[in-house]
């Protein structure tokens, strides 16, 4: 028996596995259209282990198994798919390859773009009436110019607020965070349904003029707190700042962590980046915490007003430089 027929009978063995199965449990066997879509799923859990085997997400185990057997899941689907629509990959990718490479030679020769992606790239930034070209971009990016408006984590993501569709939820959860927030939190004396509108209404436009990356932070489909990106002194000055809080009944279990640690590496894949901050009070121990745990270094103690309750006249300044943070990833640190 060839290596195709070995492949192609284990496809159908495992084919027929799941035909039962899914009978049992749905009433009827999957089509291709399940087909395609668990093989997008697929290739979003491939996606998270490419990129944590480039040292670009460090929430992600990327053996070489996990990467060996994700690639056969994506594979499965592919070569069902293909079957079930009479395609023969065998015969077709050699063609389809070589026509490819001479698509990209003579791309090469002409002195364009390799592919319509490359040429999407060398157009102007997305228009309202044109969105897709930012995402065609990103295929094929040197650098970000704004975060992604999702972070999906294990268990836990990160999504621009979505306006007044979050007032409700937001409100309740600040109401309910009031006296935990309002030792630290100047903004808690001002709370009110008002205020929070208005802060969800001006975050689309903090977004657009770089000003604030505001995220929801997500856990078991319910806001937990809120946590950004933003310019420490100016739009010029290429020093992120970052911060975060929870909700009280949230704390405790890292997510303020694993937010900090998401926007950071964010943060070093937007251009020209060159340092991230997070300055908190020192008596607020809790959020001294975070940069301490991701390797930021205790980098100085200013003087600063008191406007919370309990705030001290002094802030805190935790900084990692790029540098620090390839050098924190290079030797395994989860940073």
Request: glycine share 6%; hydrophobic share 40%; charged share 25%.
């Amino acid at each position: 028996m060839s290596d195709r027929e070995r492949l192609h009978d284990a496809v159908r063995e495992v084919r027929a596995a799941y035909n039962q199965l899914n009978e049992q449990r749905l009433g009827r066997r999957w089509d291709l259209t399940d087909y395609a879509l668990g093989f997008v799923g697929d290739v979003g859990d491939l996606a998270k282990l490419v990129t944590a085997h480039e040292g670009h997400r460090t929430d992600v185990a990327a053996s070489h198994e996990a990467l060996a057997h994700e690639l056969s899941d994506c594979l499965f689907s592919l070569l069902v798919i293909a079957e079930a629509t009479g395609i023969d990959l065998e015969a077709r990718f050699p063609a389809d390859m070589a026509a490819l490479a001479d698509r990209v030679r003579a791309r090469i020769a002409a002195g364009g773009p390799a592919s319509p992606a490359d040429a999407a790239c060398e157009q102007p930034p997305p228009t309202p009436d044109n969105p897709l070209r930012q995402q065609a971009c990103r295929r094929h990016p040197p650098a970000m110019e704004t975060p992604p408006d999702v972070i999906e984590l294990e268990e836990l993501t990160l999504r621009r607020f979505e306006g007044e569709a979050d007032l409700p939820e937001l409100t309740r959860v600040i109401d309910q965070s009031i006296e935990h927030l309002r030792p630290w939190m100047p903004w808690v004396a001002e709370h009110s349904p008002q205020s929070t509108r208005d802060f969800l209404l001006s975050r689309d436009g903090r977004w657009a003029q770089h000003k604030a990356f505001t995220y929801a932070i997500v856990s078991g489909g319910a806001i937990a707190g809120t946590c950004q990106l933003f310019p420490q002194r100016s739009p010029t000055d290429r020093t992120l700042g970052i911060g975060y809080w929870l909700h009280p009944a949230e704390t405790g279990r890292g997510l303020a962590t694993r937010a900090a640690r998401a926007l950071v590496l964010q943060a070093f894949l937007l251009p020209d980046v060159g340092c991230v901050e997070i300055v908190h009070d020192p008596a607020n121990t809790a959020s001294g915490a975070v940069p301490a745990r991701l390797g930021f270094t205790a980098a100085e103690r200013r003087p600063a007003p008191a406007l919370a309750p309990t705030e001290t006249g002094e802030e805190q300044v935790w900084r990692l430089t790029r540098e620090q943070h390839r050098t924190l990833r290079r030797s395994g640190t989860p940073v």
